[in-house]
């Protein structure tokens, strides 16, 4: 009896009408993994691309983080500084005048600091090139200097320029009763999460769609199918606190009856994706999450972000985004 109500809520739901592609394909992925990265983008291995691509190579330099490329940079002019130096020590060591060491490593070093000076093209004047060959030496590298400095501000700029969102989600998605008297009729129960902006720019006219991902196994093979969630209010105009992004679970939610069984059952996958018009640059950003079947707290509420300061001013804490509480239905 138990199996019959089971199957009668899974055939409920893959009978509904689903969304046909969402640009991930059908296949299944029988290793449960999830589609959407926590930050945003796909969970697919590309393979068969070339080895050196211009434009993924400038693409990945903008879209880094800041870390990377700051590494990236102060590694490439390190490397190319010791390239030219080993150069000088191995072709034209004594080409170099007024030098100061007494001993290899104090000259290494000597024709290290010329060669940042050249790459530079700083020159502060005690070191010069006195040979032809190291002169040659010399200005290639200060032209290839004033390339690399060129592009690296190109891409400082393409990075800075380049408008991005920077939003905060909250670690769980949580199932739990909800009502509403007017929003959510006949919703008993919600699936939410939060967000909130982590930066001091202003977004505007914010707007959220939540995709549910499901597997279903059809002639022996599992299918992976999509269906769009109707949110209780799917656009803001103005995010300045948190919001709560809500689906009320009622008879017409793929949602309904289900269990956490059941969610892990069908590899169930929630994407998020946000779009909103930055006041800052007055371009619009995007942004993408998920949550997998996995992140899913049942029967617990967020706990408010929003206080009081001491002169009455309203208050975002931000370390909150995640903070959950009990309700009335979880056990103490």
């Given at each position: 009896m138990l199996n019959e109500f089971k199957a009668k809520k899974l055939n409920?739901?893959?009978?509904?009408?689903?969304?046909?592609?969402f640009g991930f394909g059908n296949t299944g992925n029988a290793s449960g993994q999830r589609i959407l990265n926590k930050d945003g983008t796909a969970n697919i291995k590309r393979i068969g691309e070339p080895k050196f691509n211009v434009v993924n190579i400038f693409h990945s330099l903008i879209m880094m983080s800041w870390w990377k490329f700051s590494l990236f940079v102060f590694g490439f002019y390190f490397t190319l500084n010791l390239l030219f130096t080993l150069t000088y020590y191995t072709l034209c060591p004594d080409d170099i005048a007024g030098m100061i060491y007494t001993n290899e490593n104090n000259k290494?070093?000597?024709?290290?600091?010329?060669?940042?000076?050249?790459?530079?093209?700083?020159?502060?004047?005690?070191?010069?090139?006195t040979g032809a060959l190291a002169g040659s030496i010399a200005s290639i590298e200060s032209m290839l200097g004033l390339l690399g400095f060129a592009l690296a501000t190109g891409?400082?700029?393409?990075?800075?320029?380049?408008p991005t969102a920077?939003?905060?989600?909250?670690?769980?998605?949580?199932?739990?009763?909800?009502h509403h008297p007017t929003l959510s009729k006949d919703a008993p129960t919600a699936l939410m999460f939060r967000i909130a902006n982590a930066r001091r720019n202003q977004l505007l006219e914010v707007e959220a769609t939540v995709l549910f991902s499901y597997?279903?196994?059809?002639?022996?093979?599992?299918?992976?199918?999509?269906?769009?969630?109707?949110?209780?209010?799917?656009?803001?105009?103005?995010?300045?606190?948190?919001?709560?992004?809500?689906?009320?679970?009622?008879?017409?939610?793929?949602?309904h009856g289900l269990t956490a069984i059941d969610l892990e059952n069908i590899e169930a996958e929630f994407m998020i994706s946000l779009k909103a018009i930055d006041d800052t640059y007055v371009q619009q950003i995007y942004d993408r999450?998920?949550?997998?079947?996995?992140?899913?707290?049942?029967?617990?509420?967020?706990?408010?972000?929003?206080?009081?300061?001491?002169?009455?001013?309203?208050t975002l804490d931000l370390k909150m985004i995640s903070a959950l509480e009990k309700t009335n239905n979880q056990n103490a």
């Open positions: 409920r739901l893959f009978n509904q009408n689903s969304t046909t592609e290494f070093l000597e024709i290290f600091f010329f060669s940042s000076q050249s790459l530079t093209t700083v020159g502060y004047g005690r070191l010069n090139p891409l400082l700029y393409g990075r800075f320029s380049r920077k939003l905060l989600y909250s670690e769980n998605v949580i199932l739990t009763t909800y597997t279903e196994m059809i002639n022996g093979k599992a299918q992976r199918k999509y269906s769009n969630l109707i949110l209780e209010i799917p656009k803001i105009n103005f995010l300045a606190l948190s919001w709560t992004i809500v689906h009320p679970i009622n008879e017409e939610s793929p949602l999450n998920s949550y997998h079947f996995n992140e899913i707290k049942w029967d617990v509420r967020f706990a408010s972000m929003i206080g009081k300061s001491e002169n009455g001013a309203t």
